[in-house]
């Protein structure tokens, strides 16, 4: 058989390494394959394959669940973790791969060892390690102890050793010595874990002795005493020291007190005062009210102390408090010397980054600054300075902890956003600067240039119009130069860079440039007009965008519309909790009511994951983010479409549980509920959510247990959903940024993977790509919300750390970040990267991606079709705003869509619903209408909109409806994210009409309120 394993060693460190199988076949499929081999090294974690045994120095591997059989050419990457001894790995030697038509040895005895309680001063924990059955050979199996809360010499001897199983015996026991102490503790545990057998493999490795503590606490100690610190104004008559005891007694407390000169001097700033206080039984509190002098000095603030001594039936545990005197009085302001600058960063729909600069012309240098101004917007964030007070429009800002102190010449700035709902941003005025009125130099006049839209054939040029906000009694000049956007000059338009002059008077210059018909039917194109280094003025905006329509007419080869429509219902059939009044699914009700009940939260709400009953958070956050993403890119086809308002309602049923399963206290993000549910429970019931009666236990992220990938993902969802929220619900799109600032906070400062911390995840969403794609992706996705460019400082940074993965997905955003990165910010090495992701995935020479004959490009059996859906999107995206080769990247978005809604050989849809051939079995529980996976009927109920699994392997034929096909039947909230992005794509290019409310109402299943009487 023309099929072959190849071993090679991946990894290396002392006294271990990483190694991996690589099994597969050119020409033939291998259905129930098992390699063995031998090496004198062990083995201590696999995956991708399970080991049926190991006799010796012989290993016998098989195929995991999901990997049973290998399609001709394709590999099977087996990987594992082994430690040697030696300077280098030991070599792999007799290295066989045989197939179910090869008998596999007779499965070997199991080992296991129990795990027992015992008394601190009992002696010894006798351990049984018992064997499933005799055996005719002797089995030995290595035995070691190991610390939990328990320690080896404090509470337990420690243990090595070797077990002889002679033939025929089946239970052998190990003795520990356990060491009786006599303190007080909670019980504790340590661990006996069975390794290295030989004859034998091991059903329960480790068994745990639980030591139950004998010892009696002492009599709890005496209350203690503390003294409060203050701060007190000069002229407030008098400092109100408490003196707190940390609980009431039974008997009379007393102590004595008295003050002490700091910087403040009795007499002159206070009056001192001596005595004893009494606390009678049951009192906790008591107060010492000393004297305030009031002079007319101006001083830094001052100091003095109170100090306990002598204390009776109480211990002191704070014995002094301080009190700061605060001067009252002012020193003459001295003359104002300062500069102060405002400028525009950025600027959007009624919104902008802006900051003021600060420069200390004075030769002393001031120690703490506030700056009072009139302002004609409202500051939604800021940065490097805090908000004292808001009166009306006039802000007073002060320095922040570290700025404070401004040195002769010293310039220091401060930014924030902004929010101008008129979308004309007018400087501040009014300033005044440590009590100080600033003038500002008088103000230069403004230039701005305009955006445009043309048509080829239609307009020979493009003429951009340079305004000056007002007249000079100069001469003014601007440079002008186009840069190429996704029209590129010499084949859309002709570049131009020249010098524009507005003689004394003059407000208003034209720029005409050239724009070139062609025959192509592409989809619209921008190029930029850039203003640069002016004379006489200042630039307000610099860059005009033109976009070219083409007027080549589009064909459509699919109703767009009813697609984008469909995809919402999809979502809707998926929610879990309290369903709303306009709920569209009559198949679906509540379910899940008492989800978090376990540990004391509201987690209802929120979307069933893949046709199951699982909530899980990474997918559930990830594909929130997509559906933001799409929104915020083609917010114009879905308000065009009537879907904008499905979109808000879908992305908010995610972002709702989101805000829920995020926990604060008063240090930021306290902890995150990523999942609710047991998979394993939850896979062994087939029936609707409505009928589950298993248990839904909770689990969480926390600083002792982080998630970065988890917390980055879901920051990134609710900065993104924030500005997609921004116009219609600005309070709840401010609700929504500030959690995602906290929520990644919380990523970047306590980092770790979620399926270490939930280890419950990691045979169904494992983090296989890390965090650090997460974090770059959240702090991009917070960039664009705040405008703050220490997010983009950070993204860039950690994009250096990123793997280049298979595509986007819910694991990995490492070409979603290079995306973003090269609209933000243009950089070639981001396009680059990108670029060649996409001119992968787009190569259909034969080196690039796999392609059936029909024209889908195929990545992997297990949901082939999401990975082609989410690349369309992104390949969409990127051409529509950064580049397109020649038609390239837009050509490959609209085939893979297209190949999806019916545009293949077998004419098949494989949206549910959508067309007149399309899957009928989708794998979902709820839809199914039965409570036997494997039921012969049909399933009840059609799943609108649901984007399936699809082909295995490269064949446009490797695909059947069968509802017990999970690989490629099942269906995602992740599956569909990226399809409604590029699906909103599609129809803001070649346009469709979704269904009318009655035409939704006649589908079966589908009920919409108030519609037909309803």
Not at 641 to 652: A, H, P, V
Not at 815 to 823: E, I
Not at 846 to 857: H, R, V
Not at 985 to 991: A, I, P
């Amino acid at each position: 058989m023309m099929s072959n394993v190849l071993y090679s060693v991946t990894e290396t460190w002392q006294n271990g390494f990483n190694g991996k199988l690589a099994v597969g076949s050119p020409t033939q499929t291998l259905k129930g394959w098992t390699v063995t081999f031998e090496a004198s090294f062990n083995i201590t974690n696999i995956w991708n394959a399970e080991i049926v045994s190991r006799q010796g120095n012989r290993y016998t591997i098989r195929f995991a669940e999901w990997n049973q059989t290998i399609a001709p050419g394709q590999v099977v990457n087996v990987g594992f973790t082994a430690s040697y001894t030696g300077t280098t790995p030991p070599p792999v030697t007799n290295l066989n791969l045989t197939t179910t038509t090869t008998p596999t040895p007779a499965p070997l005895p199991t080992l296991s060892i129990n795990d027992l309680s015992i008394g601190e001063a009992q002696g010894n924990a006798v351990f049984t390690v018992n064997l499933s059955q005799a055996s005719s050979t002797p089995i030995t199996v290595s035995f070691a102890t190991a610390n939990g809360t328990a320690i080896a010499g404090q509470d337990y001897t420690s243990r090595t050793g070797t077990l002889t199983f002679n033939p025929g015996e089946r239970a052998k026991t190990i003795s520990i010595p356990i060491l009786n102490d006599t303190l007080v503790e909670s019980n504790e545990t340590f661990t006996v874990r069975l390794t290295n057998p030989q004859q034998a493999t091991i059903a329960k490795a480790t068994g745990t002795a639980t030591i139950i503590d004998n010892d009696i606490a002492a009599p709890p100690p005496l209350p203690t005493l503390t003294i409060n610190d203050i701060s007190v104004g000069e002229d407030k008559g008098n400092g109100l020291f408490t003196v707190s005891l940390s609980q009431a007694s039974s008997t009379p407390i007393t102590v004595s007190f008295a003050t002490a000169n700091g910087t403040a001097i009795a007499g002159q700033d206070y009056t001192s005062r001596t005595g004893t206080l009494t606390f009678n039984p049951g009192e906790r509190a008591k107060t010492i009210s000393v004297p305030i002098l009031n002079d007319t000095l101006v001083e830094s603030n001052e100091t003095f102390t109170i100090r306990l001594t002598n204390a009776q039936q109480a211990t002191i545990a704070k014995a002094t408090g301080t009190a700061t005197i605060l001067d009252n009085d002012v020193a003459p302001p001295p003359p104002a010397n300062q500069a102060v600058t405002f400028n525009i960063i950025s600027d959007w729909q009624s919104g902008f980054t802006g900051n003021f600069s600060i420069t200390n012309r004075a030769t002393q240098t001031v120690n703490g600054w506030t700056l009072k101004f009139d302002a004609p917007f409202t500051i939604t964030n800021i940065w490097n300075a805090d908000i004292v007070s808001r009166q009306g429009n006039t802000y007073t800002i002060k320095n922040a902890s570290f700025n404070g102190t401004l040195n002769p010449n010293q310039t220091i700035s401060f930014g924030f956003n902004g929010n101008n709902p008129n979308n004309v941003t007018t400087p501040p005025s009014n300033l005044v600067f440590n009590g100080n009125s600033i003038q500002p130099p008088p103000s230069l006049p403004t230039l701005t240039i305009n955006d445009l839209t043309v048509t080829e054939g239609l307009n020979a040029n493009a003429v951009f119009t340079v305004n000056l906000s007002q007249a000079s009694s100069n001469s003014i000049t601007v440079n002008y130069g186009t840069q190429s956007g996704t029209a590129t000059a010499g084949q859309d338009f002709t570049s131009r860079t020249g010098t524009l002059t507005f003689a004394p008077g003059e407000t208003s210059k034209t720029i005409a440039i050239p724009i070139i018909d062609d025959t192509l039917l592409e989809y619209p194109e921008t190029f930029r007009l850039v203003l640069s280094n002016p004379t006489q003025a200042t630039l307000a905006k610099a860059t005009g965008t033109g976009t070219i329509i083409s007027n080549e007419v589009p064909v459509a080869k699919f109703n767009y519309g009813e697609a984008l429509q469909k995809s919402f219902l999809f979502y809707e059939a998926n929610r879990s909790g309290a369903l709303p009044p306009t709920n569209r699914i009559d198949w679906r009700r509540n379910s899940a009511l008492n989800d978090g009940k376990d540990v004391g939260r509201d987690l209802t709400g929120g979307y069933y994951d893949a046709g199951d009953h699982g909530k899980f958070g990474l997918p559930m956050a990830a594909s929130m983010t997509m559906l933001a993403w799409g929104g915020l890119q083609y917010n114009q086809a879905y308000t065009r479409s009537g879907q904008l308002d499905e979109l808000l309602s879908t992305i908010k049923w995610g972002t709702d549980y989101i805000l829920k399963a995020h926990e604060t206290d008063s240090q930021g993000t306290k902890a995150f509920w990523g999942q609710v549910g047991l998979p394993s429970l939850d896979h062994a019931f087939w029936g609707a959510p409505e009928n589950m009666t298993m248990a839904r236990p909770t689990f969480k992220i926390d600083r002792q247990k982080p998630g970065s990938d988890l917390a980055g993902e879901s920051a990134a969802t609710l900065a993104a959903a924030s500005m997609l929220f921004k116009a219609s619900n600005p309070q709840y799109a401010n609700l929504l940024l500030q959690n995602a600032i906290q929520l990644y906070d919380f990523a970047d400062k306590y980092r770790g993977k979620y399926s270490d911390s939930i280890p419950e995840i990691q045979n169904y969403y494992n983090s296989w790509s890390g965090f650090n794609d997460e974090l770059a992706w959240g702090a991009t996705w917070l960039y664009k919300a705040t405008g703050n460019t220490s997010y983009l400082t950070k993204a860039e940074g950690l994009y250096n750390g990123i793997g280049r993965g298979w595509t986007q997905n819910w694991d990995d955003k490492s070409y979603g970040v290079g995306v973003l990165l090269a609209q933000e910010t243009g950089k070639a090495r981001y396009k680059t990267d990108v670029e060649n992701w996409l001119d992968y995935w787009s190569d259909r020479t034969g080196n690039g991606i796999s392609y059936t004959s029909g024209g889908l490009a195929w990545l992997t059996q297990w949901g082939s079709n999401r990975y082609a859906a989410n690349t369309a999107m992104l390949a969409g995206i990127y051409a529509d705003t950064v580049n397109d080769k020649n038609g390239r990247y837009a050509n490959l978005a609209k085939s893979q869509i297209d190949y999806l809604l019916g545009d293949n050989p077998r004419n098949f849809s494989y949206m549910v619903g959508f067309g007149t051939n399309y899957a009928l079995n989708p794998h979902h529980r709820g839809a199914s209408g039965v409570t036997n996976i494997n039921d012969p009927l049909p399933n009840r109920h059609i799943l609108y909109g649901a984007l399936v699994g699809g082909p295995t392997s490269a064949n446009d034929f490797a695909y059947q409806d069968q509802r017990n096909d999970y690989v490629a039947n099942e269906v995602a909230l992740d599956y569909n994210a990226g399809l409604t992005g590029a699906l909103a794509r599609m129809y803001q290019q070649f346009g469709g009409n979704p269904l009318t409310d009655s035409q939704l109402n006649s589908l079966p299943g589908i009920t919409i309120p108030n519609v037909g009487g309803v």
